[in-house]
């Protein structure tokens, strides 16, 4: 072999390297806006349910949201999104999850998880959308569930898991 089909099979070798490198980082760098933008949705929704409670003085009902739901800003991000208005009472924490949505990303950089909104964060404004790990999120979902939830056969678990 030559010094020419050397450089030529080198410069080829690099092209080919650099394309790689360039698809994965563009994978990984559209999951990441994929997931922004459903955060930026679900930060949007928690702004509309606060509203909503500051006038009505509870979270609101299901209709409401999924009418909501289809003015947001990056709704298409949010996937399935879940809401637990339902199982929300007096006694809840501030710590409860109200609403949330399964993301699952093959990317390095965002990975598989849900994109949850707390009480809290529409009770006192102490909380934004935020990204919770896949197993961290099922087991706090878990604990948070009433036995009536469980019992009437609307473990949320359960239908994630399906």
Do not use: C
């Not at 070798?13 to 990441?32: E, L, S």
């Not at 702004?47 to 409670?53: D, E, G, L, P, T």
């Amino acid at each position: 072999m030559n010094k020419r089909q050397r450089a030529i099979l080198v410069d080829f070798a690099t092209v080919i390297v650099i394309t790689a490198i360039a698809v994965v980082a563009m994978i990984n760098f559209k999951d990441w806006v994929n997931r922004s933008e459903a955060m930026r949705a679900m930060e949007e929704l928690r702004q509309r349910v606060k509203q909503y409670r500051e006038g009505h003085g509870s979270v609101p009902p299901k209709s409401w949201v999924d009418a909501q739901r289809e003015t947001l800003p990056g709704n298409v991000r949010l996937g399935n999104l879940q809401y637990r208005a339902r199982w929300i009472t007096f006694e809840s924490t501030p710590d409860e999850i109200l609403a949330y949505t399964e993301r699952n990303y093959n990317s390095l950089l965002v990975g598989k998880g849900y994109i949850i909104l707390r009480l809290g964060a529409v009770r006192r404004d102490d909380g934004r959308a935020e990204w919770m790990g896949k197993q961290e999120f099922e087991t706090l979902l878990a604990r948070q569930q009433s036995p009536e939830e469980t019992e009437a056969g609307h473990s949320e678990i359960e239908m994630l898991q399906q």
